[in-house]
Structures are given as C-alpha cells and as structure tokens.
C-alpha cells in the first residue's frame, strides 16, 4: 500500500481534513494508497480545543464524511513519516517550507507545497472547498498513474 503524508502546523485542522477526505475516497473507491497526516509543530496548538478542528470536522460532514471514533490527538511528524510515504504534501508553502527545512532537510526538496492558508488567513469554508478540490484532483492523479478505475 503506498501513502501520501499530509502535513500542517498542528495536525489539528488542514492536514487532518485532507485525510480524512482521501481515506473516505479510498474507501469508495480503492486505490492502494492511504492517506496520513502529522503536524510540524503541535506544541503551537496546545491551546487548541479536542483532539481535532470543528471547522475540520464541519467541512467533513457537510461532505456527508463521519470521522471514525475515538478520534486521535494531533501526531508530531518524525523523518521515518517521510520515509514511509511515496508523496508528502504540506498545507503551505510560506507557512511550512521553513519548518520542513529546518526541522528536515534532506526531505525539504521532496515536499509538494500547496496554498491553502490557516483559519487567521482564510475562512474556514473557503480554505477546505480550496483543499477539497486539491486533494480531489491529487487523487484522481494517483488512480490515473496506478491504472486503477
């Protein structure tokens, strides 16, 4: 089975989202890859509220997507996730190239880097329609690549 990594700054919203969506696509449709997430930092969200974003969880369930329970605390990313995954995808490039770099640079170059901003810069509704499409296109990129329908 190969894997895309997901990353943001806590775990807790963006990247959490996008696997969610991925795993619910893989579920319906199987590709052989699964989707995980990992934070770059989530002690800067030690203030967050429960183990994930309600605006994740909104945007989830306006896609008729239920995240499986218990649901998991944010999970700091180590190098052994980078090794683990075939692609790895950080939320945004002015927000996170400098936290890949200087935390893991021999993986920094690797990194896909998209543009979905965090809540302070984009309204929740417009960033996850945003990574929606992102994470759909992505998708149907590796089921056309693996030949699978």
């Known amino acids: ?4 990594l997901f990353l943001c700054t806590g775990n807790y919203y963006r ?6 969506l991925w795993n619910h696509m ?16 989530i002690a800067l969200g030690m203030g ?16 008729g997507i239920d995240v499986a329970r218990p649901i998991r605390s944010p999970l700091q990313v180590v190098a052994d996730d980078f090794a683990a995954s075939e692609r790895v995808v950080a ?34 509704e417009a960033a996850l329609a945003k990574l929606d499409d992102r994470t759909r296109a992505m998708r149907a990129e590796v089921v056309r690549q693996t030949g699978r329908r």
Not at 1 to 4: D, F, G
Request: hydrophobic share 35%; net charge negative; proline share 7%.
């Open 91 to 124: 939320m945004s490039g002015p927000e996170h190239r400098k936290m890949v770099t200087d935390q893991f640079p021999v993986w920094a170059d690797t990194v896909e880097y998209w543009e979905i901003d965090d809540v302070a810069l984009c309204a929740p």
């Open 26 to 41: 893989e579920r319906r449709l199987p590709s052989g890859w699964l989707a995980t997430s990992r934070g770059l930092c």
């Open 1 to 4: 089975m190969s894997r895309v």
């Open 15 to 20: 990247s959490r989202f996008a696997e969610e």
């Open 48 to 63: 967050n509220i429960g183990p994930i974003s309600h605006h994740a969880l909104q945007g989830l369930r306006n896609r």
